[in-house]
């Protein structure tokens, strides 16, 4: 099994619907981190996590959701808090092993990257080759590169990075042997000048945008050596400062 990620090419309209679908996410994690956290101070309520936000969950189904202030949630998939739940209940399962070591799950925060994901309630669906990508529950949305082949899932995750939306989602596939042939073996040297030089003599220039990219990032990391970068498990939060040079670090 793999993954597939490419770049969704949205217009202004379809970008903030994906930001409403994110923010949708975040504020049904935080909603049941919030709530699973609170019963823990009651003791009359007893089970695991898992079975609290099981029925944290079907209270947010039947009652929350049809709250007249809530009612604003009712124009995004459902699929997105099922899965919202979903990623919360195994982020207390990885939390609760103790051999992971994983740290208690927190609040997520609108300037941290928006993603959420979707699946299909009926199975596996069919992905075709293309530049079009059909999001079960979604739509069909543009890809700037295309998909080489029909595949199938059924999970879709949809994230923003450094300001561009992507799609990534799982493919089944069996593993095909590799046929014997005979290779010429040669030594390969990474360089600065040159991208790659072989023991044959032969050489690779690396392509100008990369040098360009390169200079830049370094001259970006240079000038923020001294920001307080931040660091969680510490406590010590990154300054304003750093947050912009991790935004231009993410371009």
Known sequence: MYAIKRELKLNNQEKSFFAGCAGFSRFVYNHGLSLLKSTWDIPEICGSDSKRLDAIKKVFTNITKKQTEYLWTNKYSSRIYQNAFRDLKKAFSRWREPKIKADLPRFKKKKHNCSFTVDSSHGKVLVQEGKKIKIPT?????????????????????????????????????????????????????????????????????????KKAKTKLGKIQWRNRNKVLGNRRAGIDPSKNAVKYYQKLRK
């Open 138 to 210: 979604l739509g069909t949305f543009s890809l700037k590169e295309s998909i080489p082949y029909n595949c199938v899932s059924q999970t879709f995750t949809i994230s923003r990075e450094a300001g561009k939306w992507y799609v990534s989602f799982a493919v089944s596939a069996s593993y095909i042997p590799e046929m014997k042939h005979s290779y010429k073996k040669v030594g390969i040297d990474l360089g600065i000048k040159t991208f790659a030089t072989l023991s044959d003599g032969n050489t690779f220039e690396s392509p100008s945008s990369i």
